[in-house]
């Protein structure tokens, strides 16, 4: 008697009707891409359970995986018997005398197969009994067990589970579609990009690096952050910027007042770019309503108006103590806060607009020939390829 399966429970997925065989078949391939270090460990998938045949794995690293996979709402280490009453018991049995310190419990049946003669509330009461009186020490609590057994009596066979481990929950990545992330070194943008990820997107990302007023280390530490989200979903390509000389320019000949609503203007217009080119529907941000200059209502009015792509902004309502919460719940907040400064802060004037008129803001960008800077800025940009344990890897595009 072992527990040689791990049963995932599908959570919001099974909200999904028709649709739902594919939510499922890619909430599978994200498993296996988690696993394929793994060769012997196969994924069956059914209507409303997968199940991880550990064929003699160890169950432990592939649960901690397993936690950081969106689509998954709980997952339990399994026993698998046939459809017969005494093979239950005997796991049953198993189940409650291979865990320390169990006093109390309580039996959870559920049967899917209607061919099994007993009925869910009889077999809970069958074995409840059994369990009474086939072991010493232990007593039934309905309401505060300290184990709780699952029976699950389904077509192909019988499960047994006596831990339920939470998982993330959402949709799997890769079922919504994919967003350009405006990826920064601060806490906001990757909190941005994990909860998107959560909704099923796939992300890529776009950084603005303005050397050498942006140093090397704080481009690594944007590298660092991407990783630390590959760890709930896929490798992410992130697109390097040269930001210097149109950042440049806008300083020198913008009123300062606006210089940041322009420059913001101009990284939106570079995101579209980058999105045509890769079939990239949406952007996304972590600006969350009247943090900072920027992120006032006026503000995203103005910055906007120059791209027709819907911008998402899973942060708009939160506080920073929320953002915060969950940047350190993702690992992604020591990293955040590295002293090294972005772009955004670099060139912050020192009385930013925070209700930026939009008539004004074209009025100065149209006193100016950007092209040139526009130019050289596409046609620099460096692509990077971030996965979860390899180094980074560097392609490079021509936007032009």
Not at 374 to 382: F, N, P, Q, R, S
């Amino acid at each position: 008697m072992e527990y040689a399966h791990i049963l995932i429970r599908y959570g919001e997925l099974t909200l999904k009707g028709k649709n739902r065989k594919q939510f499922t078949i890619q909430l599978q391939e994200n498993i296996k891409e988690k696993i394929q270090d793994m060769p012997t460990v196969k994924i069956k998938r059914q209507r409303d359970r997968m199940y991880i045949i550990l064929n003699g794995a160890d169950p432990d690293p592939i649960i901690e995986r397993c936690k950081h996979i969106f689509g998954i709402q709980s997952l339990s280490p399994a026993i698998r018997v046939v459809n017969d009453e005494e093979k239950i018991k005997e796991a049953a049995l198993y189940a409650l005398t291979s865990e320390p310190d169990v006093q109390t419990f309580k039996v959870t049946a559920k049967r899917t197969n209607k061919d099994f003669p007993i009925k869910s509330q009889d077999l809970n009461q069958v074995l409840g009994g059994y369990l009474l009186t086939h072991s010493d020490g232990y007593s039934v609590d309905v309401h505060e067990p300290d184990m709780e057994i699952r029976v699950e009596v389904r077509q192909d066979a019988t499960y047994i589970t006596s831990k339920n481990i939470q998982g993330l929950g959402g949709l799997p990545v890769g079922t919504s579609g994919k967003t350009l992330l405006l990826l920064s070194g601060g806490i906001d943008s990757p909190v941005a990009g994990y909860l998107t990820m959560k909704r099923g997107v796939k992300i890529e990302a776009v950084h603005f690096h303005s050397p050498p007023f942006t140093s090397e280390r704080a481009k690594q530490k944007v590298f660092d952050l991407a990783r630390s989200l590959t760890g709930f979903g896929h490798s992410i390509r992130i697109h390097v910027v040269p930001f210097t000389k149109l950042q440049q320019k806008i300083s020198k000949e913008i009123p300062h007042g606006y210089s940041m609503t322009v420059m913001r203007r101009m990284m939106m217009r570079i995101s579209e770019k980058i999105a045509e080119k890769e079939g990239i529907l949406s952007f996304t941000t972590g600006e969350s309503l009247g943090q900072v200059a920027s992120q006032t209502m006026e503000s995203m009015h103005a910055i906007n108006d120059v791209t027709s792509y819907p911008v998402l902004r899973p942060l708009i309502a939160m506080d920073k103590e929320d953002i915060i919460s969950i940047s350190q719940s993702i690992d992604t907040y020591d990293i955040s806060i590295r002293p090294y400064e972005d772009c955004c802060t670099v060139f912050v004037p020192d009385a930013p607009k925070t209700k930026p008129r939009l008539e004004k803001v074209k009025y100065f960008e149209d006193m100016i020939d950007f092209q040139e800077e526009m130019e050289e800025t596409l046609a620099g940009i460096e692509v990077v390829r971030i996965s979860q344990h390899s180094r980074q890897d560097k392609e490079f595009d021509d936007l032009l």
